[in-house]
């Protein structure tokens, strides 16, 4: 620690940062453009600078850049001298020379970092008047829009998307005041983080296109604290809505996650909620083949009791895309012994195992934030940037690290961007990655090994095996590979902090227990290393510790006649398990009740449809890859713009069923009755009820606002449906308001914080009101609780370890690949990312393409003859023998690992003969 003076006053603060970090840390205000908290300072805008004395005798001073001077002890400045005062207005008023007078009409207005550090430098007259510079802009694809004529050449954009993000293709084109930002060409920006220029960029040069489509200013939109369901990391989002959509999603700060960023997914991925074919209100069919009928609630809840007394016995098909609360009240209506997760068989021993030996490897799960800490990380069986995107981001930063290593020695200090770049040069810490397709991390990396799964497997044993000689032996291994295993240990044993990556892409547990060897290997040798297991879906984790039979098991129940009833939640069977298998288990169903918020291919399969509330309409839990239960909440009330609409949460329509079936009269119940039944019932979930406050939370005896203060129009929004604007909802399940009444300040520590705003801070950068230090954690906390730990216990090194994998001869097998854009359920429904799926080819190896005599680009006919693809061929070198690469979602219902006939070649130049 330090000890600063700040205009005479007397400070404390962290001796490691700069001035302008520390006097924000301490909630002093100093304007700034190019700083930002993940990445350091370069020095380029000149905008925060202040006058620095010597010692106590010395009343003269200097004027520097409070960004690159660090903050050691007893640095005396003034943040308030004229002088400096002066000097920082004059830079916004010559970065405002070129910069348009468009504020009303820019969209950046209102959010907007420039706006706030105008206001704050006191720059409210424009003395030049000559002609202003003028720029084109480029198209940038689905998600980027592009104003040039905003930029002020702060390089925060290319620092973050080619120094952070680890992007190629955007770039600083010119030279001192004349410096262009943007493409070599038009076309899409490649790096799968790019939507976060939009946040990055003080001024609207990068704006959210997905949101100009329906454009609102932040002040108008109506927020809740959310958690991204598009996949496992559980990134903290702010959902914005206006008239009953959600109109963007920005990042919600939180410590120990997702920091200051988002995967393009997570942010651009919402459209599902705002589709027009969305069930609304409940339905029924009087048969497969009919039209669906609209239902009042009361009639289709009597319409399903009466179907479900006169069953025999009830399956329950669970979803790990719907909340823990939702699950528990699936189990609770069909029983313990009736309960099905709704994941494939092999999928959830991947998902048990991979709790197991977060448990009893003797090795933590670090969180994402704790992953950049680490200085060896070795990949086996993933691909980050594909399955879990925002850890990716987080293991490039660990690999990026190294130059801090460096600097340190030469006295050059963490915050020093530009100079650890420039020392830092090609040195990373070491990453090894085993996976058979090119990843987003090749270009950082080691060493990439393309290996089929089983071969992965025995590379990861080996590794074992090398660390701790009582780590079972690798029968018949390669000399290559022995090499290659040996490299990697070392690499592990020589660093601090190893960490090993792993997950269920592959469905393989011989591909987990490896991980599982490594991790013990290096806890027996006492090494501070991490072990994080990557899950697929939102809440994969959390279903998987509440526990149920798998999806193969609740099909098998239906087609055997063992159950004659089944209520299926928020999930379509048709991705999981092959069509004709699921066909058959409908069919056998006399009655079929579905609750979702899509039409999904399930869905119109059933006799009933209960409309259920996205995670937008929605409160509830999930549970995140490193164990951590967190709460998402109601962003808006659907029926209060939509009074025809009736969707609820999936976990209220079940309470509402099995009371009927009880023969009560279903009294509501709430959030914190449902949580707390879900907690009480499964010891393993017993933590989730801190995961946030209950509803009876306030901050000095006010519920949290949803919407800012400065909202408006709330009376003109019902205008047509009535002149008299009602009551707003009225919400019993949380502590937070469906109005601008409410707190919504920055001074009072709290962990659930909708939306940043504070005093003179509009734009992303308000997050910094709410941190203990800028870039640490919420003063509140850090929302969210813990609820996978390591045990004591005994843990036995595996000796079923598979064999070198060999061709098949009748049928090339199906190698699914995580894909980012178009491989998740929901998010591929959203336009910005249907544009954004690049084109789907099959990965084959130059052996098997020449014995089916194709080449790149050439069309194969794969599947069965009834769910037959055609697909483009792409030859990959080094792509493992055997095995027919498939980005995921593309043909749904097939499972990892599965004989792919190759039914004919269908391009033009070779037609006619199956292969």
């Known amino acids: 620690m330090a000890i600063i003076h700040v205009d005479g006053q007397q400070y404390e603060v962290n001796g490691a940062r700069n001035l302008l970090q520390a006097c924000l840390s301490l909630g002093l205000d100093i304007p700034y453009f190019c700083w930002h908290p993940a990445m350091g300072s370069v020095g380029a805008c000149r905008q925060c600078a202040v006058r620095q004395y010597k010692n106590e005798e010395d009343n003269q001073g200097m004027l520097v850049m409070s960004c690159m001077t660090p903050a050691s002890d007893q640095t005396r400045i003034d943040i308030e001298d004229e ?41 409210d007259r424009r003395r030049y008047r000559f002609r202003k510079r003028t720029r084109r802009n480029q198209e940038l694809g689905p998600f980027i829009a592009h104003e040039m004529n905003r930029c002020i050449t702060c390089y925060r954009c290319v620092r973050f998307y080619n120094d952070y993000a680890g992007g190629t293709d955007l770039g600083a084109f010119g030279t001192k005041d004349n410096v262009y930002f943007g493409r070599y060409q038009e076309g899409t920006l490649e790096n799968e983080f790019a939507g976060n220029l939009t946040e990055v960029c003080p001024t609207g040069v990068f704006t959210d296109k997905s949101h100009s489509r329906q454009y609102t200013r932040k002040w108008d939109l109506q927020f809740a604290p959310g958690i991204c369901h598009q996949c496992a990391v559980g990134c903290n989002i702010s959902p914005g809505e206006r008239y009953g959509d959600i109109r963007r999603i920005e990042n919600r700060y939180h410590g120990e996650v997702n920091g200051y960023f988002l995967c393009d997914r997570g942010r651009f991925g919402y459209g599902y909620v705002n589709r027009q074919d969305r069930p609304r209100v409940p339905e029924c069919r ?77 090795l933590p799960t670090p969180t994402p934030r704790q992953i950049e800490r680490h200085d060896a990380v070795l990949v086996l069986g993933e691909d980050p940037i594909q399955s879990a995107a925002r850890l990716g981001l987080n293991i490039r930063q660990a690999v990026l690290s190294r130059r801090e290593q460096l600097g340190e020695k030469v006295g050059i200090p963490a915050w020093n961007a530009e100079a650890l770049k420039t020392i830092g040069q090609d040195h990373y810490h070491p990453l090894f990655i085993a996976w058979p397709a090119p990843t987003g991390l090749d270009d950082v990396a080691e060493a990439r090994y393309t290996l089929a799964p089983d071969d992965i497997a025995r590379l990861g044993f080996a590794v074992a095996r090398h660390i701790d000689p009582a780590a079972a032996a690798v029968d018949a291994l390669d ?77 098998d129940e239906l087609e055997q006649g063992r ?20 066909d058959r288990a409908l069919a056998a169903a006399g009655i079929r ?62 309470h509402a069923l099995a009371a009927n079936l009880r023969g009560e009269s279903p009294a509501d119940i709430t959030l914190d009755e449902v949580t707390q039944a879900c907690a009480a019932e499964h010891e393993t979930l017993a933590g989730m009820v801190g995961a946030a406050p209950g509803a009876d939370y306030r901050v000095e005896g006010l519920k949290l606002a949803r919407e800012p203060h400065r909202y408006s129009g709330r009376t003109a929004m019902r205008a047509n449906l009535d002149v008299s604007e009602p ?40 997050w910094n009101k709410f941190t203990d230090e800028v870039g640490g954690h919420l003063r509140g906390g850090d929302p969210g609780v813990r609820l996978l730990h390591p045990r004591p216990g005994r843990y036995h090194y595996p000796t079923d370890i598979p064999r070198a994998t060999r061709p098949r001869d009748t049928a090339l097998r199906a190698l699914i690949l995580p894909r980012l854009f ?47 693809h055609t697909l483009p061929v792409a030859e990959q070198a080094g792509w493992p023998d055997g095995w027919l690469g498939i980005p995921a979602g593309v043909i749904p219902g097939l499972l990892q690992g599965a004989g792919l006939p190759v039914l004919a070649r269908a391009d033009e130049n070779h037609r006619g003969g199956a292969s």
């Open 822 to 868: 178009g491989g998740e359920e929901t998010s591929s429904l959203a336009e910005p990312i249907r544009q954004r799926m690049a084109p789907v080819t099959l990965q084959i190896s130059p052996a098997d393409a020449a014995a089916l005599g194709v080449r790149d680009g050439d069309r194969l006919k794969v599947g069965l003859e009834e769910a037959s």
């Open 727 to 766: 009551r707003p909802p009225q919400d019993r399940d949380t502590a937070f308001a469906f109005s601008m009444e409410g707190y919504s300040g920055s001074d009072r520590p709290r962990q659930q914080v909708p939306f940043a705003w504070a005093p003179g801070w509009n734009s992303p950068q308000a």
């Open 286 to 362: 009087e048969n497969p083949k009919s039209a669906p009928v609209s239902l009042d609630v009361d009639t289709a809840l009597a319409r399903i009791n009466e179907s479900l007394r006169h069953a025999r016995r009830i399956i329950g098909i669970g979803s790990p895309r719907a909340s823990l609360e939702s699950n528990h009240q699936l189990r609770a209506l069909v029983g313990r012994d009736n309960f099905s997760t709704g994941i494939e068989a092999r999928e959830q021993s991947c998902l048990e195992l991979m709790n197991q030996l977060q448990r009893s490897t003797g």
């Open 479 to 555: 000399e290559t590979t022995d090499r290659a295993a040996q490299r990697i240990a070392s690499a592990l044993m020589a660093a601090q902090r190893p960490l090993v990556v792993s997950g269920g892409s592959l469905v393989s547990t011989a591909v987990l227990q490896a991980a599982g060897a490594v991790a013990r290997a290096l806890a027996r040798r006492a090494k501070r290393a991490g072990l994080m297991m990557i899950r697929r879906e939102a809440n994969s984790t959390g279903l998987s510790l509440m526990g149920g039979r798998p999806l193969d098991w609740a099909l």
């Open 83 to 123: 002088e400096a005062r002066a000097f920082r207005a004059s830079v916004v008023e010559w970065l405002m020379i070129n910069h348009p007078h468009d504020c009303p009409v820019c969209e950046e207005g209102g959010h907007c970092h420039l706006q706030d550090m105008t206001v704050m430098t006191g720059h």
């Open 593 to 654: 009740v579905v609750l979702d918020h899509q039409r999904t291919a399930t869905l119109q399969r059933a006799d009933f449809v209960l409309p259920a509330a996205s995670f937008a309409e929605a409160d509830g839990t999930l549970v995140n890859l490193e164990g951590r239960a967190q709460r998402f909440f109601q962003v808006f009330e659907p029926g209060y713009l939509r009074p025809q609409s009736r969707l609820h949460e999936s976990w209220r329509w079940l």
């Open 563 to 582: 159950a004659d009833a089944v209520v299926i939640l928020e999930n379509d069977l048709y991705q999981r398990k092959p069509p004709a298998q699921v």
